[in-house]
């Protein structure tokens, strides 16, 4: 099956149409939600979870009674060398200052392991997750409806598959054990602190407003462009995959310098809004590194002059500096930690808000078709013949705007149908509408008076068979490429099909033959053999009904008759959509339906409607008119 046509309007693009321009960078919409969002996919994880809670704050226990221990044997060795000066005393007592710091060694050893094993739980979890979110996503984009890729670049999507839950990976195995270790240094230093000294503890605290302050201001100024960069990123992803795809047509009208000039301008935008936020988030540290330098004189001064009132031994002070280090270093991690959630915010707010785009309507289908004569016979199982009937259809892309007014046609089973008019007359829309990429707004179309909507998608459209003017060949054989209209095909039936197609006798002249891989834009064959290759695919299909648009169009005349003959006897027994622009495919159709603006202008066999010298007349006469003139 070969790609469509996107009629629906884009957002406004850059030169050559390419790349969003002009998108200001925004907070994140919901940054509780968002954040609400993440946790219920976190809290599959909840043994896990509290596992890392358990281990992470044991780690961080045992690390903060640490300078109080250590403290000890700062005292023991003081009041040691007291003692010698004095001579009051035994002298330094070395065995009982090595069993603290053996038990000192061992704490921190326990405190490392546990550290250790939160950080390998907490990196599975982060990895699970994103493992997760990545499934979630792959399998709602089959879920969207055609409508979402006709507004949206496939550049956007990739980046909230790629870059957008990347940054989900990195933040959470870096922010959530972060926190955790973070109010547990702060709350057990600051007890340890009170035990040593409240009056010390009150002017080291004197710090933390200060910092606060100093978070805030950092925050406000840095969340709008921690989402801009997300933003961003995404543009220039939807950019590059964009300039990628179409590199021959940009040098055929020589437009590589507005190419470069659209990704200068949005990677522009993105060094700006990049530079910002990273700067803002560089602040952070040094100014509350200097926020605690200040506390920390502060201490040092009240700490001395209380050492000389005896009311603190020098230990004590000791350990009471260790830990005013240690507690504006926590404050630090959490300032640090909200510029990360403001990444991780807006990324997964991009990405939630992806994943809750608006589905195709889930449905039970009413009506079982039998796809082929092996499906067993039951109650419910309908055998489509392939009639189709058009009743009062009417749609348009946009509310307000209709397309298709009020289309009405009944066709038999066996029938091949033509469907001729200008370009936009409503042709291709007629084809989305049968197969179901959307719905219409009024009327209904039936098959064998079975109204399209109450089968499920799949069972519908597993009855037709497309060739569109726009060919889709993927990075694989030509065998897998042809398979894949029918993928429990042996290689017999898919040579049996290429034969049918006309396609045997030029892969065979190809090197690897039908073992040849096609590269990612099957640039490596002719646009000819592209399309020869997805006839054989839909011959292969087998289909009931069969749609063909424009599926002539870029092959040569030669080639073009031999695929007639082809077609022609796979038409036998089926119903057939032809659409086309050179009218002489279609004078043996069975019917001709001229379409104009969305509606049926005329219809009948070709004689019929060239003997009413109509509508269908004046464009046969145009075309041919244009024929004789190019030539």
Same mark, same amino acid.
């Given at each position: 099956?070969?790609?469509?046509?996107?009629?629906?309007?884009?957002?406004?693009?850059?030169?050559?149409?390419?790349?969003?321009?002009?998108?200001?960078?925004?907070?994140?919409?919901?940054?509780?939600?968002?954040?609400?969002?993440?946790?219920?996919?976190?809290?599959?994880?909840?043994?896990?979870?509290?596992?890392?809670?358990?281990?992470?704050?044991?780690?961080?226990?045992?690390?903060?009674?640490?300078?109080?221990?250590?403290?000890?044997?700062?005292?023991?060795?003081?009041?040691?060398?007291?003692?010698?000066?004095?001579?009051?005393?035994?002298?330094?007592?070395?065995?009982?200052?090595?069993?603290?710091?053996?038990?000192?060694?061992?704490?921190?050893?326990?405190?490392?392991?546990?550290?250790?094993?939160?950080?390998?739980?907490?990196?599975?979890?982060?990895?699970?997750?994103?493992?997760?979110?990545?499934?979630?996503?792959?399998?709602?984009?089959?879920?969207?409806?055609?409508?979402?890729? %006709?507004?949206?670049?496939?550049?956007?999507?990739?980046?909230?598959?790629?870059?957008?839950?990347?940054?989900?990976?990195?933040?959470?195995?870096?922010?959530?054990?972060?926190?955790?270790?973070?109010?547990?240094?702060?709350?057990?230093?600051?007890?340890?602190?009170? =035990?040593?000294?409240?009056?010390?503890?009150?002017?080291?605290?004197?710090?933390?407003?200060?910092?606060?302050?100093?978070?805030?201001?950092?925050?406000?100024?840095?969340?709008?462009?921690?989402?801009?960069?997300?933003?961003?990123? #995404?543009?220039?992803?939807?950019?590059?995959?964009?300039?990628?795809?179409?590199?021959?047509?940009?040098?055929?009208?020589?437009?590589?310098?507005?190419?470069?000039?659209?990704?200068?301008?949005?990677?522009?935008?993105?060094?700006?809004?990049?530079?910002?936020?990273?700067?803002?988030?560089?602040?952070?540290?040094?100014?509350?590194?200097?926020?605690?330098?200040? #506390?920390?004189?502060?201490?040092?001064?009240?700490?001395?002059?209380?050492?000389?009132?005896?009311?603190?031994?020098?230990?004590?002070?000791?350990?009471?500096?260790?830990?005013?280090?240690?507690?504006?270093?926590?404050?630090?991690?959490?300032?640090?930690?909200?510029?990360?959630?403001?990444?991780?915010?807006?990324?997964?707010?991009?990405?939630?808000?992806?994943?809750?785009?608006?589905?195709?309507?889930?449905?039970?289908?009413?009506?079982?078709?039998?796809?082929?004569?092996?499906?067993?016979?039951?109650?419910?199982?309908?055998?489509?013949?392939?009639?189709?009937?058009?009743?009062?259809?009417?749609?348009?892309?946009?509310? #307000?705007?209709?397309?298709?007014?009020?289309?009405?046609?009944?066709?038999?089973?066996?029938?091949?149908?033509?469907?001729?008019?200008?370009?936009?007359?409503?042709?291709?829309?007629?084809?989305?509408?049968?197969?179901?990429?959307?719905?219409?707004?009024?009327?209904?179309?039936?098959?064998?008076?079975?109204?399209?909507? %109450?089968?499920?998608?799949?069972?519908?459209?597993?009855?037709?068979?497309?060739?569109?003017?726009?060919?889709?060949?993927?990075?694989?054989?030509?065998?897998?490429?042809?398979?894949?209209?029918?993928?429990?095909?042996?290689?017999?039936?898919?040579?049996?099909?290429?034969?049918?197609?006309?396609?045997?006798?030029?892969?065979?002249?190809?090197?690897?033959?039908?073992?040849?891989?096609?590269?990612?834009?099957?640039?490596?064959?002719?646009?000819?053999?592209?399309?020869?290759?997805?006839?054989?695919?839909?011959?292969?299909?087998?289909?009931?009904?069969?749609?063909?648009?424009?599926?002539?169009?870029?092959?040569?005349?030669?080639?073009?008759?031999?695929?007639?003959?082809?077609?022609?006897?796979?038409?036998?027994?089926?119903?057939?959509?032809?659409?086309?622009?050179?009218?002489?495919?279609?004078?043996?159709? %069975?019917?001709?339906?001229?379409?104009?603006?969305?509606?049926?202008?005329?219809?009948?066999?070709?004689?019929?409607?060239?003997?009413?010298?109509?509508?269908?007349?004046?464009?046969?006469?145009?075309?041919?008119?244009?024929?004789?003139? =190019?030539?």
């Amino acid at each position: 099956m070969s790609g469509s046509k996107k009629p629906a309007q884009r957002r406004p693009r850059g030169p050559m149409g390419h790349g969003p321009m002009s998108m200001a960078g925004e907070k994140p919409k919901d940054f509780k939600g968002a954040m609400k969002k993440l946790a219920h996919h976190l809290a599959r994880f909840k043994f896990r979870m509290l596992g890392v809670l358990v281990f992470a704050v044991t780690s961080m226990i045992f690390a903060i009674v640490g300078p109080k221990i250590l403290g000890r044997a700062t005292n023991t060795l003081v009041e040691g060398i007291m003692s010698k000066i004095t001579g009051t005393g035994r002298g330094i007592d070395f065995n009982k200052i090595s069993s603290i710091l053996l038990f000192l060694l061992l704490l921190y050893v326990i405190s490392s392991v546990l550290s250790y094993l939160q950080g390998w739980i907490m990196t599975g979890v982060s990895m699970k997750v994103t493992y997760n979110l990545r499934n979630d996503v792959a399998e709602k984009i089959n879920r969207l409806p055609l409508s979402y890729f %006709d507004k949206t670049s496939h550049g956007e999507v990739l980046s909230r598959i790629t870059n957008d839950i990347d940054t989900l990976a990195h933040t959470l195995n870096q922010s959530i054990s972060q926190i955790i270790t973070s109010t547990t240094l702060i709350v057990g230093i600051l007890l340890m602190m009170f =035990s040593i000294s409240w009056l010390m503890t009150l002017v080291s605290l004197i710090i933390v407003p200060l910092s606060m302050g100093v978070v805030m201001t950092l925050i406000k100024h840095s969340q709008k462009h921690f989402a801009a960069q997300q933003e961003y990123l #995404g543009h220039l992803n939807g950019h590059v995959e964009e300039m990628y795809g179409g590199h021959l047509v940009i040098k055929a009208f020589n437009r590589e310098k507005a190419s470069v000039g659209a990704f200068e301008t949005i990677n522009n935008k993105l060094y700006g809004s990049a530079w910002k936020s990273q700067f803002f988030a560089g602040l952070m540290m040094p100014i509350m590194q200097f926020v605690s330098n200040l #506390g920390y004189v502060a201490v040092c001064i009240l700490g001395g002059w209380l050492a000389t009132q005896g009311r603190i031994s020098i230990g004590d002070i000791q350990a009471f500096l260790q830990y005013v280090r240690q507690f504006t270093q926590p404050i630090g991690q959490l300032a640090n930690i909200t510029n990360i959630l403001q990444s991780t915010a807006a990324a997964s707010e991009r990405v939630f808000e992806f994943l809750a785009e608006e589905e195709e309507k889930p449905e039970m289908p009413l009506v079982n078709v039998r796809i082929d004569e092996s499906t067993p016979e039951t109650d419910t199982l309908v055998d489509i013949k392939g009639s189709v009937q058009f009743a009062h259809v009417h749609f348009g892309y946009e509310s #307000g705007k209709p397309i298709i007014h009020d289309f009405s046609a009944n066709i038999f089973p066996g029938q091949k149908i033509a469907i001729v008019g200008p370009t936009g007359a409503g042709k291709t829309t007629i084809v989305k509408l049968l197969m179901r990429f959307y719905d219409v707004n009024e009327g209904a179309i039936l098959v064998d008076g079975y109204d399209i909507r %109450d089968f499920s998608r799949s069972e519908l459209r597993s009855l037709f068979g497309m060739v569109l003017q726009d060919t889709w060949l993927y990075n694989a054989s030509i065998r897998n490429n042809i398979r894949y209209g029918r993928l429990d095909a042996d290689d017999d039936m898919v040579i049996a099909a290429a034969k049918a197609a006309q396609v045997d006798h030029f892969v065979r002249t190809l090197p690897g033959g039908y073992d040849l891989v096609l590269n990612e834009e099957a640039s490596n064959i002719s646009l000819g053999q592209k399309q020869l290759l997805t006839i054989a695919r839909v011959i292969l299909a087998d289909p009931k009904i069969l749609i063909l648009d424009e599926a002539t169009s870029s092959v040569d005349t030669r080639t073009e008759v031999l695929i007639q003959k082809a077609m022609d006897h796979l038409m036998v027994g089926r119903t057939s959509f032809i659409i086309a622009h050179r009218l002489s495919t279609i004078r043996n159709a %069975d019917r001709i339906l001229c379409m104009d603006n969305g509606d049926i202008v005329e219809q009948g066999t070709h004689d019929e409607l060239m003997a009413n010298n109509g509508f269908y007349k004046h464009l046969y006469d145009s075309q041919f008119d244009n024929a004789v003139q =190019s030539t």
